[in-house]
C-alpha cells in the first residue's frame, strides 16, 4: 500500500499552498471614522479617505458682523478670504484658518491668522467652544454651518479678551 502516489502529493501541496495564501494579512483602510473603512482590513495602507476632504480649500467670503458691550454698539460687513485644511493629528476633523477674520496684528504677516478646529458630519460642520488660536485670549463660541457643493454658509460667535461678545452670519464659495 503506497500513501505517496503522484495525485496524493499534488493534493496535499495544493491543499498547503491554499492555506498559507489564505493567511496573507489584508491591507486597506483601519480606521473606523474614515469613509472607505475596510473591516477585513488588519494592515493599514495610508488608503483612508475621510469626509473633512470635501471641505479642504480657500473660501472667498463675505460676512455681517455685530457685537461690543453695548447692544448693536459696532457693526460691519467684510469681505476676506478663509482657508480650510484638514487636521493633520485627527483627519475627520478641519481647521479653519482666518475664521470670523480675527486678526493678531503681529509684526510676522505669516502669523497673522487665527484657527479654530472644526469636525464634520455629512455636509456640516460645528465649531465647539475652545480658544481661538493665535490671539489674546479670543474664544470661539459653538458655531455651525454647511458645505453645499462649493459654497459654503455659517454662524459665528466669539468673545475678545475684554469679554466683549461679537457674531454675524456668513457665506462664501471655494476660490481654490
Known amino acids: 500500500m503506497n500513501l505517496l ?10 491543499g498547503v499552498a491554499l492555506f498559507f495564501s489564505s493567511c496573507k494579512e489584508q ?12 473591516l477585513n482590513a488588519v494592515k493599514d495602507n495610508g488608503s483612508c479617505k475621510y469626509l473633512s476632504e470635501n471641505f479642504v480649500g480657500i473660501y472667498g467670503i463675505k460676512d455681517s458682523i455685530t457685537g461690543g458691550m453695548l447692544l448693536g454698539e459696532w457693526e460691519a460687513e467684510r469681505n476676506y ?16 484658518r482666518n475664521w470670523a477674520q480675527i486678526h493678531n496684528y503681529t509684526d510676522n504677516y505669516s502669523d497673522d491668522y487665527t484657527q479654530v478646529s472644526a469636525y464634520v458630519n455629512g455636509d456640516s460642520l460645528f465649531v465647539e467652544f475652545q480658544e481661538i488660536i493665535n ?27 475684554f469679554g466683549e461678545v461679537f457674531w454675524g452670519t456668513a457665506s462664501g464659495i471655494k476660490i481654490e
Do not use: W
Open 135 to 161: 490671539t489674546n485670549s479670543y474664544k470661539a463660541h459653538n458655531s455651525c454651518g454647511k458645505i453645499i457643493v462649493d459654497s459654503i454658509f455659517y454662524d459665528f460667535e466669539y468673545e475678545n479678551f
Open 27 to 38: 491591507e486597506g483602510c483601519t480606521d473606523l471614522l474614515a469613509l472607505n473603512y475596510n
Open 5 to 14: 502516489k503522484p495525485q496524493s502529493i499534488f493534493i496535499v501541496t495544493l
Open 81 to 96: 478670504t478663509m482657508e480650510i485644511v484638514q487636521d493633520e493629528d485627527n483627519p475627520s476633523q478641519i481647521i479653519i
